[in-house]
């Protein structure tokens, strides 16, 4: 660990990707893909400003805390439109998103 | 360029790469997303893989040959797909696909 | 999770993604850079195969059983090069290594 | 080609991502290693981060501009520690990290 400080929010981010990469390949197999669009849009959006911010702060990057902004960001809209959605895995994204979007919003500041 | 046999294959799947991006983007915006469920998500797959490619390439990893193999075969499922649908961003990727497939193949061989 | 016997090679593969990113980026601060070259190449390279290992078996795509046999091979190569280091980062990279080739050997058999 | 306006945009920086690839590697693998830490470092991120603005302008995300915002700061860095190296790839990492930069400038505008 480079920087320690930033070891709860790189779990945030690793995690809160693989959620969100879940949640987009399931919308995709629902009957309703059509209303899942936006939702599988912003997951993938999320699920790569996640693992870029969880890159660049592992490598303790002069960056680490621009991309936290940027995946905070992200995190905000994907939980938010995830929270619209009554399947459990948008319900669970959501929940990580939110979670992320904290620690990120705490890196960032 | 490290070597110089990989650099037709890396631009093969550095442009495959971002062309399954833009033909699953774009899958996500047509009316009919539910039919083009398995498009995106071989393009996805498809997308990963061959970036994942040129970057082991671009190293010249001892890993570059096998990623290749893995590559192609993403490639030829994807572009079988894509082959399926009159869309123009499916058709383009189905060409994109076929060259990168033959490019990783030669080199895979 | 899509596919729950996934779930612990998932979760194996997604930390020594970060583990090793974080072995090449301490790499690069060391005295030794020189002696830690090869090191940082196969962290790389283990790094990246591990992050699509990951991916494609969140996604329960048809080739995370291949991408889990190709992760596995780096993870066995990063883990006895990083073995013959002293430095803690590379002992413990050498362990998330070994752990993550059994996961992805079981899930490519 | 979702929104052709970052048509030019999405070459540059994937060519960059590549180029700063390259460039990494190809520092590991000389001499002076040591004296070239700084260039790999900047390189691996500058490469992370113009591969997510391309992948988020593909997608016409809405989150493209503030990629391209943060990617033209890490091609702007990339490029004036490359420039102070002889070696041939720094001198073409400098060149496609302020082309790309330029490009990125335009589109965060």
């Given at each position: 660990m480079l ?6 929010c ?5 995690s809160c ?9 399931s ?5 309703d ?29 002069p ?41 990120c ?5």
């Amino acid at each position: 660990m480079l920087n320690p400080q930033y070891q709860s929010c790189i779990q945030a981010c690793s995690s809160c990707a693989l959620t969100c990469e879940t949640c987009a390949a399931s919308c995709l197999r629902e009957d309703d893909v059509k209303m899942m669009a936006r939702c599988i849009q912003l997951d993938r959006d999320c699920a790569d400003l996640c693992a870029v911010a969880a890159l660049l702060m592992t490598r303790d990057s002069p960056y680490a805390q621009l991309a936290c902004r940027l995946c905070a960001q992200a995190c905000r809209d994907c939980a938010e439109e995830c929270a619209k959605h009554a399947h459990a895995h948008c319900q669970e994204c959501a929940q990580a998103c939110r979670r992320c979007a904290e620690e990120c919003e705490r890196m960032a500041a």
